[in-house]
């Protein structure tokens, strides 16, 4: 059995990290790929939740942006069956699939010791995303291909950059 422990590859888009705008739940959460084969279990608490439209995100999500939760590295266990693929999208992030059926499993980012893990493979198909895992803000919102009429904070870029987008 192949295992891609997200401990030691810390992950996730550090724009959102400090993001977070209220405290952390700390929370028990198991997900699966889309076949199976590739298994997510994390034990603490979510750091931030976010929707991202940055271009990276679009093309390996395959939609018009990726909602996704920030965990320590050190909360998060991935263990897959088979071998896992993986693609360097910047110096610091590393994002992981599934080898079987090629689901985004998560995203390593050692520098700030996160990992960050689609909500799609942590929210059941019957049920509805736990309000710790609710995205709290939008990020690289001026790279929409669909504008997204909620009253969540929107990014121009990156948290880090702090400017927020102007309504058109």
């Given amino acids: 059995m192949a295992s ?6 810390s992950s996730s888009p550090s724009s959102a990290a400090s993001a977070s705008a209220s405290a952390p739940i700390a929370g028990e959460y ?3 790929c889309y076949c ?3 298994r997510v279990s994390v034990k603490g608490a979510v750091k931030s939740a976010s929707i991202c439209h940055c271009n990276t995100c679009r093309k390996l999500s395959g939609a018009p942006f990726l909602a996704q ?6 909360d998060v266990e991935v263990s ?8 360097q999208t910047s110096k610091a992030v590393t994002r992981y699939r599934c080898g079987a059926c090629g689901s985004p499993t998560h995203a390593s980012l050692a520098t ?4 960050a893990l689609p909500l799609s493979i942590l929210v059941k198909e019957s ?4 309000e710790e895992l ?6 690289h919102y001026d790279s929409r291909v669909l504008d997204v009429n909620d009253q969540l904070p929107k990014y121009r870029k990156s948290v880090r950059h702090g400017e927020l987008h102007e309504d058109d």
């Fill in 4 to 9: 891609s422990s997200a401990r030691r590859d």
């Fill in 30 to 32: 198991q997900g699966t």
């Fill in 36 to 38: 199976g084969k590739t």
């Fill in 69 to 74: 939760a920030l965990f320590s590295a050190d």
């Fill in 80 to 87: 897959s069956d088979i071998q896992m693929t993986s693609t």
């Fill in 112 to 115: 700030f010791g996160l990992t």
């Fill in 127 to 130: 049920t509805r995303c736990p």
């Fill in 134 to 139: 609710r995205p709290q803000l939008h990020l």
